[in-house]
């Protein structure tokens, strides 16, 4: 990790890595449109691995959580990796996450067929 941290040049910004490059422009949008061509980068990433979702930062942030959560990792980290308030936003996420029930119901009723 730190080698990618010293690839940037960083002297004249507060932030860690170069995404906001002009202090005296919108930092939002600066943000936002940094999103935007990363997510077209792992989009098309995944397209070339035959992924059958289309892959962006909000799919590996989805995944992440739940590999930590299947792995036990307690509440209170995952919270704070995730940049929650509470552990019951966190709780909220998780749940909304878990569709390993549903997953199993859909593979049964498929094997009916």
Known sequence: MQEIIDKYDTGNTPY??????DMNLDER???KNAAHLVNDKLRKLGEKL??????T???AR???ASIAKSKNI???IISEAMGHDSEKTTRIY???LDT????KANSQILKAL
């Open 62 to 64: 989805h995944g992440w």
């Open 57 to 59: 930062t909000y799919v």
């Open 100 to 103: 390993s029930a549903v997953d």
């Open 16 to 21: 860690l890595l170069p995404i906001i490059k």
């Open 94 to 96: 998780l749940a909304s």
């Open 29 to 31: 949008r600066q943000y």
């Open 74 to 76: 307690p509440l209170s």
């Open 50 to 55: 035959e992924l059958a979702i289309p892959l």
